[in-house]
Protein backbone atom coordinates (compact mmCIF):
# COMPACT_ATOMS: atom_id res chain seq x y z
CA UNK A 1 0.00 0.00 0.00
CA UNK A 2 1.58 3.46 -1.03
CA UNK A 3 1.83 5.76 1.94
CA UNK A 4 -0.70 8.79 1.91
CA UNK A 5 1.56 12.19 1.62
CA UNK A 6 1.09 15.53 3.73
CA UNK A 7 2.23 18.79 2.79
CA UNK A 8 5.07 20.27 3.83
CA UNK A 9 3.62 23.52 3.85
CA UNK A 10 2.37 25.35 7.57
CA UNK A 11 -1.30 25.91 8.72
CA UNK A 12 -1.30 29.49 9.99
CA UNK A 13 -4.41 29.59 12.12
CA UNK A 14 -6.95 28.15 14.58
CA UNK A 15 -7.88 24.21 13.64
CA UNK A 16 -9.96 23.32 16.53
CA UNK A 17 -13.53 23.71 15.37
CA UNK A 18 -14.51 23.42 19.27
CA UNK A 19 -12.39 26.47 20.46
CA UNK A 20 -14.00 28.43 17.25
CA UNK A 21 -17.40 27.45 18.51
CA UNK A 22 -16.91 28.75 22.08
CA UNK A 23 -15.66 32.15 20.46
CA UNK A 24 -18.98 32.76 17.98
CA UNK A 25 -20.49 32.05 21.48
CA UNK A 26 -19.36 34.94 23.23
CA UNK A 27 -19.47 37.03 19.96
CA UNK A 28 -21.81 40.17 20.36
CA UNK A 29 -24.86 39.16 18.76
CA UNK A 30 -27.20 41.92 19.09
CA UNK A 31 -28.97 43.86 16.88
CA UNK A 32 -27.01 47.31 17.42
CA UNK A 33 -25.64 49.99 15.21
CA UNK A 34 -22.00 49.34 14.58
CA UNK A 35 -21.30 51.96 12.53
CA UNK A 36 -17.56 53.42 12.52
CA UNK A 37 -14.52 55.20 11.01
CA UNK A 38 -12.08 53.39 9.08
CA UNK A 39 -9.38 54.37 11.30
CA UNK A 40 -11.36 52.94 14.66
CA UNK A 41 -12.23 50.48 12.93
CA UNK A 42 -8.26 49.28 11.78
CA UNK A 43 -6.83 50.30 15.32
CA UNK A 44 -9.42 48.46 16.99
CA UNK A 45 -10.66 45.03 15.46
CA UNK A 46 -6.88 44.55 13.55
CA UNK A 47 -3.58 44.05 15.56
CA UNK A 48 -0.07 43.53 14.60
CA UNK A 49 0.05 39.52 13.88
CA UNK A 50 -3.55 38.45 13.29
CA UNK A 51 -4.51 36.28 9.92
CA UNK A 52 -6.52 38.11 7.73
CA UNK A 53 -8.62 37.97 5.07
CA UNK A 54 -10.23 40.22 2.07
CA UNK A 55 -12.97 39.73 0.29
CA UNK A 56 -13.51 40.39 -3.34
CA UNK A 57 -11.55 39.26 -5.98
CA UNK A 58 -8.13 41.47 -6.06
CA UNK A 59 -9.45 44.27 -8.53
CA UNK A 60 -13.17 43.71 -7.93
CA UNK A 61 -15.29 44.69 -4.92
CA UNK A 62 -12.34 45.38 -2.67
CA UNK A 63 -12.51 46.87 0.40
CA UNK A 64 -9.29 49.63 -0.54
CA UNK A 65 -9.49 51.96 1.79
CA UNK A 66 -9.32 49.65 4.95
CA UNK A 67 -6.32 48.10 3.22
CA UNK A 68 -4.34 51.73 2.67
CA UNK A 69 -5.49 52.39 6.41
CA UNK A 70 -3.77 48.98 7.66
CA UNK A 71 -0.73 50.22 5.76
CA UNK A 72 -0.78 53.84 7.10
CA UNK A 73 -1.08 52.62 10.96
CA UNK A 74 2.09 50.23 10.18
CA UNK A 75 0.38 47.33 11.19
CA UNK A 76 3.09 44.67 11.11
CA UNK A 77 3.35 40.90 10.63
CA UNK A 78 -0.21 40.32 9.60
CA UNK A 79 -1.22 36.68 7.87
CA UNK A 80 -2.78 36.85 4.80
CA UNK A 81 -5.10 35.05 2.52
CA UNK A 82 -3.94 35.42 -1.19
CA UNK A 83 -7.06 33.86 -2.69
CA UNK A 84 -6.85 35.81 -5.76
CA UNK A 85 -5.24 38.34 -4.33
CA UNK A 86 -3.88 41.22 -6.80
CA UNK A 87 -4.17 45.26 -6.25
CA UNK A 88 -4.87 44.03 -2.24
CA UNK A 89 -1.99 42.00 -2.11
CA UNK A 90 0.14 44.57 -4.18
CA UNK A 91 -0.76 47.48 -1.06
CA UNK A 92 -0.30 45.41 1.68
CA UNK A 93 2.75 44.25 0.13
CA UNK A 94 3.76 48.10 -0.03
CA UNK A 95 3.21 48.93 3.03
CA UNK A 96 5.25 45.57 4.09
CA UNK A 97 2.42 44.36 6.12
CA UNK A 98 2.41 40.54 6.53
CA UNK A 99 4.90 37.73 7.32
CA UNK A 100 2.84 34.74 5.93
CA UNK A 101 0.52 33.91 3.50
CA UNK A 102 -1.43 31.04 2.36
CA UNK A 103 -0.99 31.80 -1.62
CA UNK A 104 -3.35 30.68 -4.32
CA UNK A 105 -2.99 33.90 -6.56
CA UNK A 106 -0.61 36.41 -5.35
CA UNK A 107 1.83 39.47 -7.09
CA UNK A 108 0.19 39.21 -10.28
CA UNK A 109 -2.82 41.63 -11.69
CA UNK A 110 -4.17 39.04 -14.12
CA UNK A 111 -3.79 40.46 -17.06
CA UNK A 112 -2.20 43.67 -16.27
CA UNK A 113 0.69 42.22 -15.49
CA UNK A 114 2.83 41.14 -12.54
CA UNK A 115 3.61 43.70 -9.60
CA UNK A 116 7.18 44.19 -9.40
CA UNK A 117 7.46 45.28 -5.79
CA UNK A 118 5.30 42.43 -4.62
CA UNK A 119 7.32 39.97 -6.22
CA UNK A 120 10.82 41.61 -4.74
CA UNK A 121 8.75 41.32 -1.15
CA UNK A 122 8.22 37.46 -1.88
CA UNK A 123 11.42 36.51 -3.34
CA UNK A 124 13.22 38.14 -0.38
CA UNK A 125 13.15 34.50 1.39
CA UNK A 126 11.34 37.31 4.06
CA UNK A 127 7.66 35.60 3.88
CA UNK A 128 6.37 31.92 4.82
CA UNK A 129 4.26 30.91 2.19
CA UNK A 130 2.39 27.73 1.79
CA UNK A 131 1.00 26.81 -1.62
CA UNK A 132 -3.16 26.03 -2.95
CA UNK A 133 -5.31 26.85 -5.42
CA UNK A 134 -8.52 29.17 -5.79
CA UNK A 135 -10.96 25.89 -4.77
CA UNK A 136 -8.79 24.73 -1.64
CA UNK A 137 -8.86 28.53 -0.16
CA UNK A 138 -12.85 28.66 -1.29
CA UNK A 139 -12.93 25.69 0.13
CA UNK A 140 -11.17 25.69 3.17
CA UNK A 141 -13.13 29.08 4.42
CA UNK A 142 -16.30 26.39 3.50
CA UNK A 143 -15.23 24.45 6.05
CA UNK A 144 -14.41 26.71 8.80
CA UNK A 145 -17.87 28.76 7.85
CA UNK A 146 -19.74 24.94 8.42
CA UNK A 147 -17.91 23.98 11.44
CA UNK A 148 -16.05 20.80 10.43
CA UNK A 149 -11.96 20.65 10.21
CA UNK A 150 -11.64 19.60 7.02
CA UNK A 151 -13.41 19.20 3.57
CA UNK A 152 -12.17 16.45 1.35
CA UNK A 153 -11.54 17.50 -2.33
CA UNK A 154 -10.01 16.05 -5.70
CA UNK A 155 -8.20 18.51 -6.56
CA UNK A 156 -4.15 19.31 -6.30
CA UNK A 157 -3.35 15.73 -6.23
CA UNK A 158 -0.17 14.60 -7.51
CA UNK A 159 0.94 18.14 -8.19
CA UNK A 160 3.86 20.38 -6.34
CA UNK A 161 0.83 22.63 -5.09
CA UNK A 162 0.03 20.07 -3.25
CA UNK A 163 3.41 19.21 -2.66
CA UNK A 164 4.07 22.47 -0.76
CA UNK A 165 0.76 23.12 0.74
CA UNK A 166 -0.41 21.91 4.20
CA UNK A 167 -2.94 19.85 2.69
CA UNK A 168 -3.07 15.63 3.43
CA UNK A 169 -3.83 12.68 1.29
CA UNK A 170 -6.79 10.32 3.08
CA UNK A 171 -8.65 8.02 1.96
CA UNK A 172 -12.35 8.08 1.64
CA UNK A 173 -14.02 6.18 4.54
CA UNK A 174 -16.82 4.73 1.88
CA UNK A 175 -14.73 4.23 -1.35
CA UNK A 176 -11.49 3.48 -0.56
CA UNK A 177 -10.22 6.39 -3.24
CA UNK A 178 -7.75 9.27 -2.62
CA UNK A 179 -8.74 12.16 -1.58
CA UNK A 180 -7.41 15.77 -0.46
CA UNK A 181 -8.14 17.01 2.93
CA UNK A 182 -8.48 20.94 2.86
CA UNK A 183 -8.00 22.30 6.49
CA UNK A 184 -10.51 24.88 8.15
CA UNK A 185 -9.35 28.57 7.83
CA UNK A 186 -10.52 30.51 10.36
CA UNK A 187 -9.18 34.15 9.88
CA UNK A 188 -8.80 36.71 12.71
CA UNK A 189 -10.86 39.20 10.97
CA UNK A 190 -12.60 39.43 7.19
CA UNK A 191 -12.14 42.93 5.31
CA UNK A 192 -15.60 42.88 2.83
CA UNK A 193 -16.51 45.80 0.69
CA UNK A 194 -20.29 45.41 -0.32
CA UNK A 195 -22.75 46.87 -2.50
CA UNK A 196 -25.20 48.07 0.63
CA UNK A 197 -25.55 47.17 4.17
CA UNK A 198 -27.42 48.35 7.45
CA UNK A 199 -26.03 50.20 10.38
CA UNK A 200 -25.73 46.70 11.85
CA UNK A 201 -23.97 44.91 9.12
CA UNK A 202 -26.86 42.91 6.79
CA UNK A 203 -25.08 43.15 3.40
CA UNK A 204 -26.29 42.53 -0.06
CA UNK A 205 -23.99 41.82 -2.88
CA UNK A 206 -24.43 42.77 -6.76
CA UNK A 207 -22.49 40.47 -8.83
CA UNK A 208 -20.50 37.94 -7.95
CA UNK A 209 -20.10 36.65 -4.57
CA UNK A 210 -16.09 35.52 -4.56
CA UNK A 211 -15.88 33.19 -0.98
CA UNK A 212 -17.54 36.25 1.02
CA UNK A 213 -20.58 34.12 2.41
CA UNK A 214 -18.34 31.68 3.64
CA UNK A 215 -15.11 34.35 4.62
CA UNK A 216 -17.82 36.18 6.68
CA UNK A 217 -18.44 32.97 8.90
CA UNK A 218 -15.19 31.65 9.10
CA UNK A 219 -13.93 34.67 10.31
CA UNK A 220 -13.57 35.65 14.28
CA UNK A 221 -14.18 39.61 13.29
CA UNK A 222 -15.72 41.14 10.31
CA UNK A 223 -15.44 44.72 8.86
CA UNK A 224 -17.64 45.48 6.05
CA UNK A 225 -16.99 48.77 4.29
CA UNK A 226 -20.26 49.53 1.90
CA UNK A 227 -20.81 51.93 -0.67
CA UNK A 228 -23.84 53.29 1.00
CA UNK A 229 -25.57 52.53 3.79
CA UNK A 230 -29.40 51.82 3.15
CA UNK A 231 -32.52 51.48 6.04
CA UNK A 232 -32.83 48.04 7.60
CA UNK A 233 -36.78 48.05 6.05
CA UNK A 234 -34.56 47.68 2.62
CA UNK A 235 -33.07 44.76 3.66
CA UNK A 236 -36.40 43.48 5.13
CA UNK A 237 -38.07 44.20 1.48
CA UNK A 238 -35.27 41.72 -0.53
CA UNK A 239 -34.11 39.15 2.31
CA UNK A 240 -32.91 36.89 -0.44
CA UNK A 241 -30.56 39.26 -1.10
CA UNK A 242 -28.86 39.58 2.07
CA UNK A 243 -25.62 37.70 1.96
CA UNK A 244 -24.15 38.33 5.49
CA UNK A 245 -26.58 38.75 8.71
CA UNK A 246 -25.55 41.10 10.63
CA UNK A 247 -24.57 38.97 13.67
CA UNK A 248 -21.24 37.97 12.00
CA UNK A 249 -20.57 41.65 11.71
CA UNK A 250 -18.38 43.91 14.13
CA UNK A 251 -17.51 47.05 12.54
CA UNK A 252 -19.75 49.04 9.42
CA UNK A 253 -18.52 51.97 7.65
CA UNK A 254 -20.07 53.37 4.51
CA UNK A 255 -17.05 54.34 1.81
CA UNK A 256 -18.78 55.42 -1.33
CA UNK A 257 -16.28 54.42 -4.50
CA UNK A 258 -14.96 52.41 -1.53
CA UNK A 259 -13.25 49.57 -3.92
CA UNK A 260 -11.27 52.18 -6.37
CA UNK A 261 -9.51 51.76 -8.23
CA UNK A 262 -10.76 48.25 -8.31
CA UNK A 263 -14.18 47.84 -9.78
CA UNK A 264 -17.58 47.73 -8.47
CA UNK A 265 -19.92 45.15 -10.12
CA UNK A 266 -23.03 47.72 -11.18
CA UNK A 267 -21.05 50.71 -9.85
CA UNK A 268 -18.12 51.64 -11.43
CA UNK A 269 -15.51 50.19 -13.83
CA UNK A 270 -11.49 49.73 -12.83
CA UNK A 271 -9.52 52.50 -13.06
CA UNK A 272 -6.82 50.70 -15.15
CA UNK A 273 -4.83 53.92 -16.23
CA UNK A 274 -4.13 54.25 -11.97
CA UNK A 275 -3.48 50.46 -12.00
CA UNK A 276 -0.94 50.66 -14.25
CA UNK A 277 0.54 53.99 -12.85
CA UNK A 278 1.12 51.79 -10.00
CA UNK A 279 2.53 49.13 -11.72
CA UNK A 280 5.08 51.39 -14.16
CA UNK A 281 5.77 53.60 -10.60
CA UNK A 282 7.39 50.04 -8.89
CA UNK A 283 10.05 50.05 -11.45
CA UNK A 284 11.42 52.82 -10.09
CA UNK A 285 12.34 52.67 -6.00
CA UNK A 286 12.36 56.80 -5.55
CA UNK A 287 9.39 57.25 -7.36
CA UNK A 288 7.36 54.54 -5.88
CA UNK A 289 8.13 56.02 -2.72
CA UNK A 290 7.11 59.51 -3.49
CA UNK A 291 3.41 57.70 -4.94
CA UNK A 292 3.15 55.91 -1.83
CA UNK A 293 3.35 59.18 0.17
CA UNK A 294 1.50 60.86 -1.78
CA UNK A 295 -1.44 57.96 -2.49
CA UNK A 296 -1.38 56.37 0.97
CA UNK A 297 0.88 57.99 3.91
CA UNK A 298 -0.28 61.60 3.27
CA UNK A 299 -3.86 61.02 2.66
CA UNK A 300 -5.62 61.76 6.10
CA UNK A 301 -8.69 59.47 4.44
CA UNK A 302 -9.64 57.92 1.79
CA UNK A 303 -11.85 60.70 -0.08
CA UNK A 304 -8.27 62.63 -0.07
CA UNK A 305 -6.90 59.40 -2.09
CA UNK A 306 -10.15 59.83 -4.68
CA UNK A 307 -9.68 64.07 -4.67
CA UNK A 308 -5.70 63.22 -5.46
CA UNK A 309 -7.14 61.15 -8.50
CA UNK A 310 -9.27 63.02 -10.05
CA UNK A 311 -12.45 62.94 -7.91
CA UNK A 312 -15.85 63.02 -8.62
CA UNK A 313 -15.59 63.39 -12.54
CA UNK A 314 -13.06 60.53 -12.48
CA UNK A 315 -15.79 58.39 -10.92
CA UNK A 316 -18.38 59.79 -13.12
CA UNK A 317 -15.91 58.41 -16.00
CA UNK A 318 -15.71 55.00 -14.30
CA UNK A 319 -19.64 54.93 -13.23
CA UNK A 320 -20.26 55.38 -17.60
CA UNK A 321 -17.60 53.22 -18.04
CA UNK A 322 -19.69 50.14 -16.25
CA UNK A 323 -22.41 51.11 -17.50
CA UNK A 324 -21.00 51.31 -21.36
CA UNK A 325 -22.67 54.99 -21.80
CA UNK B 1 -5.83 32.34 -49.54
CA UNK B 2 -4.15 35.67 -49.45
CA UNK B 3 -5.36 36.40 -46.31
CA UNK B 4 -3.19 38.03 -43.72
CA UNK B 5 -3.32 37.27 -40.16
CA UNK B 6 -0.39 37.19 -36.85
CA UNK B 7 -0.08 34.14 -35.21
CA UNK B 8 -2.28 35.18 -32.22
CA UNK B 9 -5.05 35.81 -34.75
CA UNK B 10 -4.38 32.52 -35.77
CA UNK B 11 -4.16 30.80 -32.37
CA UNK B 12 -7.69 32.19 -31.24
CA UNK B 13 -9.16 30.81 -34.67
CA UNK B 14 -7.66 27.32 -34.28
CA UNK B 15 -8.83 27.44 -30.72
CA UNK B 16 -12.39 28.49 -31.01
CA UNK B 17 -13.09 26.10 -33.26
CA UNK B 18 -11.82 23.19 -30.73
CA UNK B 19 -15.10 25.05 -28.52
CA UNK B 20 -18.33 22.57 -29.91
CA UNK B 21 -21.79 24.12 -29.65
CA UNK B 22 -23.29 23.02 -26.47
CA UNK B 23 -20.31 22.26 -24.28
CA UNK B 24 -19.82 24.22 -20.95
CA UNK B 25 -15.88 25.89 -20.57
CA UNK B 26 -14.49 27.67 -17.92
CA UNK B 27 -12.08 30.27 -19.36
CA UNK B 28 -9.38 32.65 -18.51
CA UNK B 29 -8.63 36.11 -19.50
CA UNK B 30 -6.67 36.33 -22.19
CA UNK B 31 -6.67 34.39 -25.50
CA UNK B 32 -8.75 31.15 -24.29
CA UNK B 33 -11.44 34.37 -23.28
CA UNK B 34 -11.20 35.60 -26.86
CA UNK B 35 -11.18 32.18 -28.30
CA UNK B 36 -14.47 31.68 -26.59
CA UNK B 37 -16.42 34.89 -27.69
CA UNK B 38 -15.11 34.18 -30.87
CA UNK B 39 -16.85 30.26 -30.86
CA UNK B 40 -19.91 31.47 -29.67
CA UNK B 41 -20.16 34.15 -32.44
CA UNK B 42 -19.10 31.62 -35.16
CA UNK B 43 -19.94 27.79 -34.99
CA UNK B 44 -20.75 27.76 -31.14
CA UNK B 45 -23.46 30.19 -30.50
CA UNK B 46 -24.69 28.03 -27.19
CA UNK B 47 -21.25 27.75 -25.64
CA UNK B 48 -21.68 28.37 -22.06
CA UNK B 49 -18.80 30.22 -20.69
CA UNK B 50 -17.99 29.92 -17.04
CA UNK B 51 -15.45 32.18 -15.19
CA UNK B 52 -13.52 30.42 -11.65
CA UNK B 53 -14.89 33.68 -10.01
CA UNK B 54 -18.55 33.13 -10.25
CA UNK B 55 -19.29 34.52 -13.76
CA UNK B 56 -22.21 32.36 -15.51
CA UNK B 57 -22.81 32.03 -18.79
CA UNK B 58 -22.42 36.31 -19.64
CA UNK B 59 -22.98 37.97 -22.92
CA UNK B 60 -19.78 39.64 -22.80
CA UNK B 61 -19.69 43.01 -24.15
CA UNK B 62 -16.00 43.36 -24.38
CA UNK B 63 -13.04 41.44 -22.94
CA UNK B 64 -12.69 41.26 -19.40
CA UNK B 65 -9.61 42.14 -17.84
CA UNK B 66 -9.98 40.30 -14.90
CA UNK B 67 -12.12 37.04 -14.31
CA UNK B 68 -14.46 37.87 -11.77
CA UNK B 69 -14.87 42.25 -13.21
CA UNK B 70 -18.18 42.97 -13.91
CA UNK B 71 -17.86 41.98 -17.67
CA UNK B 72 -18.36 38.47 -16.72
CA UNK B 73 -21.62 38.56 -15.31
CA UNK B 74 -22.71 41.32 -18.18
CA UNK B 75 -26.19 39.59 -18.95
CA UNK B 76 -25.50 36.21 -17.55
CA UNK B 77 -27.46 33.65 -16.27
CA UNK B 78 -26.11 33.90 -12.53
CA UNK B 79 -23.61 35.32 -10.37
CA UNK B 80 -22.19 32.97 -7.90
CA UNK B 81 -19.31 32.10 -5.93
CA UNK B 82 -15.76 30.58 -6.66
CA UNK B 83 -16.87 27.63 -4.71
CA UNK B 84 -20.06 26.79 -6.40
CA UNK B 85 -17.84 26.93 -10.32
CA UNK B 86 -15.07 24.60 -8.71
CA UNK B 87 -17.94 22.34 -7.10
CA UNK B 88 -19.44 22.45 -10.85
CA UNK B 89 -16.09 21.04 -11.88
CA UNK B 90 -15.91 18.91 -9.29
CA UNK B 91 -19.22 16.84 -10.13
CA UNK B 92 -18.05 16.35 -13.62
CA UNK B 93 -20.92 19.25 -14.62
CA UNK B 94 -18.18 21.13 -16.95
CA UNK B 95 -16.65 19.77 -20.44
CA UNK B 96 -13.48 21.88 -21.31
CA UNK B 97 -10.98 24.57 -19.06
CA UNK B 98 -9.19 26.71 -21.15
CA UNK B 99 -5.64 27.91 -19.73
CA UNK B 100 -3.51 30.18 -21.07
CA UNK B 101 0.18 29.67 -21.38
CA UNK B 102 3.25 28.78 -19.08
CA UNK B 103 5.96 26.23 -19.04
CA UNK B 104 4.50 22.76 -20.05
CA UNK B 105 6.38 19.71 -20.22
CA UNK B 106 5.90 16.69 -22.60
CA UNK B 107 2.80 15.67 -20.42
CA UNK B 108 1.09 18.63 -20.23
CA UNK B 109 2.14 19.89 -16.71
CA UNK B 110 2.10 23.73 -16.03
CA UNK B 111 4.05 25.53 -14.22
CA UNK B 112 3.10 29.16 -13.21
CA UNK B 113 4.27 29.24 -9.52
CA UNK B 114 8.42 29.69 -9.12
CA UNK B 115 11.64 29.45 -11.41
CA UNK B 116 14.23 28.18 -9.31
CA UNK B 117 14.39 26.95 -5.54
CA UNK B 118 10.76 27.28 -3.63
CA UNK B 119 11.84 29.01 -0.41
CA UNK B 120 14.22 31.15 -2.62
CA UNK B 121 13.19 31.43 -5.69
CA UNK B 122 14.75 33.21 -8.60
CA UNK B 123 10.89 34.44 -9.95
CA UNK B 124 7.97 34.47 -8.27
CA UNK B 125 4.95 34.01 -10.19
CA UNK B 126 1.23 33.80 -9.01
CA UNK B 127 0.64 30.31 -8.63
CA UNK B 128 -2.37 28.33 -9.12
CA UNK B 129 -4.83 30.59 -9.21
CA UNK B 130 -7.73 28.52 -10.41
CA UNK B 131 -5.40 26.48 -12.69
CA UNK B 132 -4.92 23.28 -10.90
CA UNK B 133 -8.21 23.07 -9.95
CA UNK B 134 -9.84 23.47 -13.35
CA UNK B 135 -7.22 20.92 -15.19
CA UNK B 136 -7.57 18.20 -12.32
CA UNK B 137 -11.56 18.60 -12.67
CA UNK B 138 -13.16 19.46 -15.80
CA UNK B 139 -13.37 16.57 -18.58
CA UNK B 140 -10.49 18.28 -20.92
CA UNK B 141 -8.18 20.96 -20.82
CA UNK B 142 -6.96 23.30 -23.52
CA UNK B 143 -3.94 25.33 -23.39
CA UNK B 144 -3.39 27.79 -25.73
CA UNK B 145 0.32 29.54 -26.09
CA UNK B 146 2.95 30.25 -28.24
CA UNK B 147 5.83 27.89 -28.71
CA UNK B 148 9.38 28.10 -27.66
CA UNK B 149 12.15 25.63 -26.39
CA UNK B 150 12.24 27.69 -23.22
CA UNK B 151 8.03 27.33 -22.84
CA UNK B 152 8.44 23.44 -24.13
CA UNK B 153 10.58 22.35 -21.57
CA UNK B 154 10.91 19.37 -18.93
CA UNK B 155 12.57 20.41 -16.91
CA UNK B 156 9.69 22.72 -15.24
CA UNK B 157 10.87 23.44 -11.63
CA UNK B 158 7.28 23.28 -10.25
CA UNK B 159 4.53 21.69 -11.15
CA UNK B 160 1.80 24.05 -10.44
CA UNK B 161 -1.30 22.41 -12.17
CA UNK B 162 -1.47 18.87 -13.31
CA UNK B 163 -1.46 16.95 -16.60
CA UNK B 164 -0.51 14.14 -17.16
CA UNK B 165 1.83 13.84 -14.43
CA UNK B 166 4.34 10.86 -15.14
CA UNK B 167 2.43 9.86 -18.12
CA UNK B 168 0.62 6.65 -18.28
CA UNK B 169 -2.21 5.83 -15.59
CA UNK B 170 0.06 8.74 -13.17
CA UNK B 171 -3.03 11.00 -12.85
CA UNK B 172 -5.48 8.36 -11.53
CA UNK B 173 -3.10 6.77 -9.28
CA UNK B 174 -2.95 10.31 -7.92
CA UNK B 175 -6.62 10.23 -6.86
CA UNK B 176 -7.41 12.63 -9.51
CA UNK B 177 -10.49 12.09 -11.51
CA UNK B 178 -10.83 9.29 -13.83
CA UNK B 179 -11.44 10.42 -17.91
CA UNK B 180 -9.89 14.03 -17.45
CA UNK B 181 -6.98 15.30 -18.61
CA UNK B 182 -5.10 17.45 -21.20
CA UNK B 183 -6.68 17.50 -24.42
CA UNK B 184 -5.00 19.92 -26.68
CA UNK B 185 -2.48 22.44 -26.81
CA UNK B 186 -2.68 24.70 -29.55
CA UNK B 187 0.81 26.98 -30.58
CA UNK B 188 1.78 29.22 -33.23
CA UNK B 189 3.31 25.98 -35.04
CA UNK B 190 0.59 23.62 -34.59
CA UNK B 191 -1.76 21.62 -32.45
CA UNK B 192 -1.02 18.69 -30.32
CA UNK B 193 -2.28 15.67 -28.58
CA UNK B 194 -1.62 13.04 -26.24
CA UNK B 195 -0.56 9.33 -26.64
CA UNK B 196 -3.48 7.45 -25.81
CA UNK B 197 -0.95 4.94 -24.02
CA UNK B 198 2.25 6.93 -22.84
CA UNK B 199 0.43 9.97 -22.22
CA UNK B 200 3.41 11.94 -23.90
CA UNK B 201 2.09 14.69 -26.23
CA UNK B 202 1.93 14.18 -29.75
CA UNK B 203 1.12 16.70 -32.78
CA UNK B 204 -2.32 15.79 -34.48
CA UNK B 205 -2.64 19.09 -36.73
CA UNK B 206 0.02 21.45 -38.40
CA UNK B 207 -0.49 25.20 -38.95
CA UNK B 208 -0.90 26.63 -42.53
CA UNK B 209 3.15 27.51 -43.60
CA UNK B 210 4.60 25.44 -41.38
CA UNK B 211 6.78 22.22 -42.08
CA UNK B 212 6.94 19.13 -39.61
CA UNK B 213 10.66 20.04 -38.76
CA UNK B 214 9.34 23.34 -36.68
CA UNK B 215 7.31 21.43 -34.33
CA UNK B 216 10.95 19.85 -32.64
CA UNK B 217 12.92 22.89 -33.24
CA UNK B 218 10.37 24.55 -31.28
CA UNK B 219 10.15 22.51 -28.19
CA UNK B 220 12.66 21.36 -25.45
CA UNK B 221 11.43 17.77 -25.63
CA UNK B 222 10.42 15.68 -28.37
CA UNK B 223 7.17 15.95 -29.58
CA UNK B 224 6.27 12.42 -30.66
CA UNK B 225 5.11 12.79 -35.14
CA UNK B 226 2.75 10.28 -35.75
CA UNK B 227 3.05 8.67 -39.43
CA UNK B 228 -0.79 10.17 -39.97
CA UNK B 229 -1.29 13.87 -39.00
CA UNK B 230 -3.76 16.86 -40.49
CA UNK B 231 -3.25 20.34 -41.70
CA UNK B 232 -4.83 23.11 -39.93
CA UNK B 233 -7.07 24.91 -42.05
CA UNK B 234 -5.99 29.22 -42.27
CA UNK B 235 -8.53 31.11 -40.77
CA UNK B 236 -11.34 32.34 -43.05
CA UNK B 237 -12.26 36.04 -43.59
CA UNK B 238 -15.46 35.64 -41.64
CA UNK B 239 -13.57 34.42 -38.38
CA UNK B 240 -10.63 36.89 -38.97
CA UNK B 241 -13.79 39.63 -39.71
CA UNK B 242 -15.90 38.74 -36.57
CA UNK B 243 -12.45 38.36 -34.65
CA UNK B 244 -10.99 41.84 -35.52
CA UNK B 245 -14.01 43.74 -35.61
CA UNK B 246 -16.68 42.23 -32.59
CA UNK B 247 -14.55 39.93 -30.59
CA UNK B 248 -11.40 41.92 -29.57
CA UNK B 249 -12.06 45.39 -31.80
CA UNK B 250 -8.97 47.30 -28.90
CA UNK B 251 -6.45 44.92 -30.34
CA UNK B 252 -5.78 43.97 -26.61
CA UNK B 253 -5.13 40.21 -27.41
CA UNK B 254 -4.53 40.20 -31.24
CA UNK B 255 -2.50 43.36 -30.97
CA UNK B 256 0.22 41.08 -29.25
CA UNK B 257 0.68 38.91 -32.09
Known amino acids: MEELKTGRGEIFTEMDSD ?3 NYFRNKNKKLVS ?20 IGGFGGVRIPTSVLHEIVRQGKKDLGFSGHVATHDCQILAAGKCFNRCDAAYIVGLEARGLSKHARKVFQSGDIKVTEWSNAALSWRFKAAAMGVPFLPARTMLGTDTFEYSAGKEIL ?3 TGNKLLALPALHPDVAVIHVNRADVYGNCQIDGIIVADDDIAKASKRVIITTEKIIDNEEIRNDPGKT ?17 YPGNMPGEYFSDEEHLLEWLSVENDEERFVEFLEKNIYSCKNFNEYLMKNGGIEKMRKLRRLEKFI | MSTQYNNMELMITIAARNLEDGAVVVVGTGVPCAAAMLAQKTRSPNLTILFEAGGVAPRLPAMPISVGDSRTTHKGIKATTMAEIMEMCQAGLVDYCFLGGAQIDRYGNLNSTVIGD ?11 G ?5 A ?3 WRTLVVCPQSPRRFTDQIDFVTTPGYLTGGNAREEAGLPKGTGPYRVITDIGVYGYNETTRAMELRKLNPG ?15 IPEEYGMVDPPTEEELRILREEVDPDKIIIGRG
Open chain 1, 19 to 21: SMR
Open chain 1, 34 to 53: KETTVKEAVSQYIGNGDYIA
Open chain 1, 172 to 174: CPF
Open chain 1, 243 to 259: IIPFWLVDAVIEVPFGS
Open chain 2, 118 to 128: YYRPKTRFPGS
Open chain 2, 130 to 134: GANDL
Open chain 2, 136 to 138: SLT
Open chain 2, 210 to 224: RIVEDVNENSGFEIL
